[in-house]
C-alpha cells in the first residue's frame, strides 16, 4: 500500500493478512492525515501484479 503526502508516497507491503478488516484497521492506524492506496499482490504463473482495491494514485492519469 502507499500512503500519499502530495506527490510523494510511502510504500508499505504488508504479508499474513487474516482479511481485509485487518488491512483497513491497519491503515487507519498508520495514515496519519495521509491518501491511502490498498493494493493486493497477485501472482499468476510467474507474473506477479498489483491490483488496487481502494484510493487513488495522483501521479497516474487515466
Avoid: I, K
Avoid at 5 to 21: H, I, P, V
Avoid at 38 to 54: D, M
Wanted: hydrophobic residues 40%.
Amino acid at each position: 500500500m502507499d500512503f500519499w503526502d502530495g506527490n510523494a508516497a510511502a510504500e508499505w507491503r504488508l504479508e499474513n493478512a487474516r482479511d481485509t478488516q485487518e488491512v483497513w484497521a491497519w491503515v487507519e492506524q498508520h495514515a496519519e492525515g495521509r491518501n491511502p492506496v490498498v493494493y493486493v499482490e497477485l501472482t499468476l504463473g510467474t507474473t506477479v501484479a498489483l491490483a488496487r482495491l481502494s484510493g487513488s494514485d495522483p501521479t497516474r492519469t487515466l
